[in-house]
């Protein structure tokens, strides 16, 4: 479902532009849609059709998105399996510091050879109103003020539902530009379009490494774009709406963790607006990838950190429960059993 298709409904029963603006801020807030204000009723203020109709709509888009399982880890983050309304279920993540991963595809089609996601291919694309879902459902948990599109699915495969989840995350759903960030493996259309929207997001390059080669063979079925464009294309997007790019480089041991590669990044992204993140590899035992060890990462960051490129350390969120992107998913669909090492966090948010 897009959300095209929500406001078409409450038009159908009366509702005015200034009505769905309302109904939109409740439902983004994770709040009933008759929710009034501190000086106005909802019965004050809506038409009675417009109420009268709210309860099956309120039923509709409460079943976009539900909380199947919950698994908060030590790190503060809780990772969330997320039912669609046809069953399907995508991975919502919510990050410390008022933070939520949402996802926009069931599955994923760039088939990048570390991730989870992409080894059950694209089942289908998430609908924009199925993805601002997942916000008011991580709402009702705490405040959601960042949202990043970097759960399943590559955000520009899917690119108008994503868009149209965006402007109305930035407009009624009350969440600043740039801490809406959108995260792609490169596709071109995403440097066309966006610059055309009203809502300008931040922007999060899957990098991974400088060489070409290598590069397509980590990422098989992206686009097939060199890392020097893509870091020009980022940086022209960069200056240009006054937000750093943050490069994506998954860290796997003895593939792209070499001395080359640090004097790669040197070379790419040394007097850029940038920040370069390395995410260490979520590995598990009997992996064919692993993650370097502690003491590498740490020179990593200090050797590229002290040559001018603002480096950081960024961990999958919930390493401590197996929750690598896609992982919960799959051992949902395997029938295996779900971690859960921490109390609950049900509670309700007004964020």
């Known amino acids: 479902m897009r959300i095209q298709d929500i406001h078409r409904q409450l038009a159908d029963l009366g509702a005015k532009p200034l009505h769905i603006g309302r109904i939109d801020r409740a439902w983004l807030r994770g709040l009933p849609l008759d929710t009034g204000t501190r000086n106005q009723r909802?019965?004050?203020?809506?038409?009675?059709?417009?109420?009268?109709?709210?309860?099956?709509?309120?039923?509709?888009?409460?079943?976009?998105?539900?909380?199947?399982?919950?698994?908060?880890?030590?790190?503060?983050s809780a990772r969330l399996l997320v039912a669609l309304a046809d069953g399907?279920?995508?991975?919502?993540?919510?990050?410390?510091?008022?933070?939520?991963?949402?996802?926009?595809?069931?599955?994923?089609?760039?088939?990048?050879?570390?991730?989870?996601?992409?080894?059950?291919?694209?089942?289908?694309?998430?609908?924009?109103?199925?993805?601002?879902?997942?916000?008011?459902?991580?709402?009702r948990f705490r405040p959601v003020k960042k949202v990043v599109f970097m759960g399943m699915g590559e955000p520009a495969h899917n690119l108008d539902n994503v868009l149209e989840a965006i402007d109305l995350l930035g407009s009624e759903g009350g969440i600043g530009h740039k801490n809406l960030v959108f995260s792609t493996v490169g596709d071109p259309r995403v440097f066309e379009r966006l610059p055309?929207?009203?809502?300008?997001?931040?922007?999060?390059?899957?990098?991974?490494?400088?060489?070409?080669?290598?590069?397509?063979?980590?990422?098989?079925?992206?686009?097939?774009?060199d890392p020097e464009e893509l870091v020009e294309l980022g940086?022209?997007?960069?200056?240009?709406?006054?937000?750093?790019?943050?490069?994506?480089?998954?860290?796997?041991?003895?593939?792209?963790?070499?001395?080359?590669?640090?004097?790669?990044?040197?070379?790419?992204?040394?007097?850029?607006?940038?920040v370069m993140n390395l995410i260490p590899y979520n590995s598990h035992e009997g992996d064919t990838y692993q993650r370097p060890e502690g003491a590498r990462i740490v020179e990593m960051v200090r050797y590229l950190h002290s040559r001018g490129v603002l480096t950081k350390v960024r961990n999958s969120a919930g390493q401590d429960i197996d929750g690598g992107c896609g992982q919960l998913r799959a051992r949902a669909q395997d029938g295996a059993s779900l971690p859960q090492k921490a109390p609950r966090l049900i509670g309700r948010s007004t964020a």
Request: aromatic share 6%.
């Open 196 to 225: 055309q929207e009203r809502i300008k997001p931040a922007l999060a390059l899957s990098l991974h490494s400088t060489r070409a080669d290598l590069r397509q063979r980590l990422l098989p079925r992206a686009p097939r774009i």
């Open 235 to 274: 940086e022209t997007y960069a200056r240009r709406f006054g937000y750093p790019i943050q490069y994506q480089w998954t860290l796997l041991a003895g593939i792209n963790d070499s001395q080359e590669e640090m004097d790669g990044i040197l070379r790419l992204l040394k007097g850029k607006f940038a």
């Open 42 to 76: 909802a019965q004050d203020f809506l038409p009675l059709s417009v109420r009268g109709g709210l309860p099956a709509l309120s039923t509709t888009l409460d079943g976009l998105a539900r909380l199947r399982s919950e698994h908060p880890a030590a790190d503060g």
């Open 88 to 139: 399907q279920t995508v991975e919502s993540v919510l990050l410390p510091r008022d933070g939520l991963c949402v996802s926009t595809q069931v599955g994923c089609a760039v088939g990048c050879v570390f991730c989870m996601t992409g080894k059950s291919g694209l089942l289908r694309q998430v609908g924009s109103a199925e993805i601002v879902a997942q916000v008011a459902l991580a709402r």
